[in-house]
T-cell receptor, first 112, second 111 residues
Framework: GENVEQHPSTLSVQEGDSAVIKCTYS??????FPWYKQELGKRPQLIID?????GEKKDQRIAVTLNKTAKHFSLHITETQPEDSAVYFC???????????FGSGTRLQVQP | EADIYQTPRYLVIGTGKKITLECSQT?????MYWYQQDPGMELHLIHY???????EKGDLSSESTVSRIRTEHFPLTLESARPSHTSQYLC??????????FGPGTRLTVL
């Protein structure tokens, strides 16, 4: 099955700084990598995803990069704002059971 | 509006009671999932389903059971609730090769 590791577990940045969260995966057949944001008391929601046929994808202040050779992908948030404070989860598909395997989460705190 | 719904949103119940957590989706997804999550912590997959009459156990050992008689409905049942079952339960659904959409969750407290 798929094994996803996520680092760091907590991240504190000053408003306006950048934040980077990294994940590694084990299944070389994985081809879809979503990132979820979970605000306090709310459900996880997809914020960006990337497929294996591209190396980078951007959406305004967030971007995801993928290195298939090294089997790692990262979330980049630029110009962070207090509303970016949340828990972020990466995920990769377990091709055997056709379900996502989630990382352990990163608690991001943006200090005003 | 296409969405995924969970009821109840909050449940406080005594030890030994039987409970069923409801999950329904109107997105026409074949795949559905149940996760257990302590607030802000890891998501633990406890059950999933590929479609009608399909159910599989996930990573986390759970004393719960699920059924999938209709595409849109995926209830989770605890035959005898215990304090160790206190947690948040999130239902999700997906189409093949796409992201999972999560419901709002049921926060369960067993006294």
């Amino acid at each position: 099955g798929e094994n996803v590791e996520q680092h760091p577990s907590t991240l504190s940045v000053q408003e306006g700084d950048s934040a980077v969260i990294k994940c590694t995966y084990s299944d070389s057949a994985s081809n879809y990598f979503p990132w979820y944001k979970q605000e306090l008391g709310k459900r996880p929601q997809l914020i960006i995803d990337i497929r294996s046929n591209v190396g980078e994808k951007k959406d305004q202040r967030i971007a995801v990069t993928l290195n298939k050779t090294a089997k790692h992908f990262s979330l980049h948030i630029t110009e962070t704002q207090p509303e970016d404070s949340a828990v972020y989860f990466c995920a990769a598909p377990d091709t055997g059971r056709r379900a996502l395997t989630f990382g352990s989460g990163t608690r991001l705190q943006v200090q005003p | 509006e296409a969405d995924i719904y969970q009821t109840p949103r909050y449940l406080v119940i005594g030890t030994g009671k039987k409970i069923t957590l409801e999950c329904s989706q109107t997105m026409g997804h074949d795949k559905m999932y149940w996760y257990q999550q302590d607030p802000g912590m890891e998501l633990h997959l406890i059950h999933y389903s590929y479609g009608v009459n399909s159910t599989e156990k996930g990573d986390l050992s759970s004393e719960s059971t699920v059924s999938r008689i209709r595409t849109e409905h995926f209830p989770l049942t605890l035959e005898s609730a215990r304090p160790s079952h206190t947690s948040q339960y999130l239902c999700a659904s997906s189409a093949p090769g796409t992201e999972e959409y999560f419901g709002p969750g049921t926060r369960l407290t067993v006294l």
